[in-house]
């Protein structure tokens, strides 16, 4: 599986957007980009996923570079409890791809 | 989206003991796999669980340390056997669900504390 890269930290003022970058330089072409998020004591959340198009769900929205070698989620108006852990993480689709996590970002949500 | 059940949801175990998790699912599921995420660490995979026959363990995960089963299409234990302080950590049962392929689902986890 590809690897990902994500800053290990980040902080965003509550209702401001929160946007979380993620390289991805080794994506193979039939590998999608997913998010995931962990909140403190709780299992991994599935956020939103997508191959090469903008995708926007009502979590959040993802964006995907042309050459697909980078993204980012988009949470557009962060509360207290989207603080959280966020992995972006590279698999392929429908074939029971495992999920294999990176260090993922810690997003602190602030008032 | 599935509703999973661990139990137990934490425990205190005595080094050398064996603990066995249970992972219970109240819809039809295509694939079961078990993670562990150590103290301020992310997520590992430790197996995939097969129905009706052995898991497919990771690299650094043998059968012999962490037995799993899968006896149905919701049901699997995963045992930790002669646990050593290092096995302290959070034992998390995953699984993919016939009708939603690309969201894969996370139980609540076990907190397991080794003395």
């Known amino acids: 599986d590809a690897k990902t890269t994500q800053p290990p930290s980040m902080d965003c003022a509550e209702g401001r957007a929160a946007n979380l970058p993620c390289n991805h330089s080794t994506i193979s072409g039939n590998e999608y980009v997913y998010w995931y998020r962990q909140i403190h004591s709780q299992g991994p959340q599935y956020i939103i996923h997508g191959l090469k198009n903008n995708e926007t769900n009502e979590m959040a929205s993802l964006i995907i570079t042309e050459d697909r070698k980078s993204s980012t989620l988009i949470l557009p108006h962060a509360t207290l409890r989207d603080t959280a852990v966020y992995y972006c993480?590279?698999?392929?689709?429908?074939?029971?791809?495992?999920?294999?996590f990176g260090q993922g970002t810690e997003l602190s949500v602030k008032p | 989206s599935a509703v999973i059940s661990q139990k137990p949801s934490r425990d205190i175990c005595q080094r050398g003991t064996s603990l066995t998790i249970q992972c219970q699912v109240d819809s039809q599921v295509t694939m079961m796999f078990w993670y562990r995420q150590q103290p301020g660490q992310s997520l590992t995979l430790i197996a995939t669980a097969n129905q009706g026959s052995e898991a497919t363990y990771e690299s650094g995960f043998v059968i012999d340390k962490f037995p799993i089963s899968r006896p149905n299409l919701t049901f699997s234990t995963l045992t930790v056997s002669n646990m050593s302080p290092e096995d302290s950590s959070i034992y998390l049962c995953?699984?993919?669900?016939?009708?939603?392929?690309?969201?894969?689902?996370f139980g609540p986890g076990t907190r397991l504390t080794v003395l």
């Open positions: 995953s699984l993919m669900t016939s009708g939603r392929s690309d969201e894969q689902f």
């Open positions: 993480i590279v698999r392929v689709y429908n074939q029971g791809g495992k999920l294999i």
